[in-house]
């Protein structure tokens, strides 16, 4: 390192402080992109519809969000006529399922009244 020449690079704390502050525009631009497609949905989407996509995104987020972004691109194209009705939503969430989606199945699995772990007596326990 010689100090009469001057340095070519930056120092490593203009080079965090660089970092830092292309981290905080990259999060402020995803920000605004997110409020504008949320803005879109508000404005494309029936208020049923926007409720059943709400509940969906926190069930499924990835399918939601992937919902919203196909309703989001007709509605940029200009390839949607009127608000989607939550009807219109469900036809789209049950095809974009894909081949082995169908209605959701929920199976309870309970126990019996009688269980044998539960009415243990310890008569198999060796006495001493």
Do not use: C, Y
């Amino acid at each position: 390192w010689d100090p009469s020449r001057p340095s070519s690079t930056a120092s490593p704390m203009d080079d965090l402080s660089q970092s830092v502050e292309q981290a905080r525009q990259q999060a402020e631009k995803q920000r605004q992109m997110e409020d504008q497609r949320e803005a879109i949905l508000a404005r494309i989407l029936s208020p049923e519809a926007r409720e059943r996509l709400a509940r969906i995104s926190l069930v499924n987020a990835d399918k939601a969000r992937a919902v919203g972004e196909h309703f989001v691109r007709l509605a940029q194209t200009g390839r949607l006529d009127g608000k989607v009705s939550d009807k219109r939503l469900v036809e789209v969430l049950e095809a974009s399922g894909g081949p082995e989606a169908g209605p959701a199945k929920v199976v309870f699995k309970r126990k019996g009244a009688w269980d044998d772990d539960d009415n243990d007596d310890d008569d198999d326990v060796d006495k001493w």
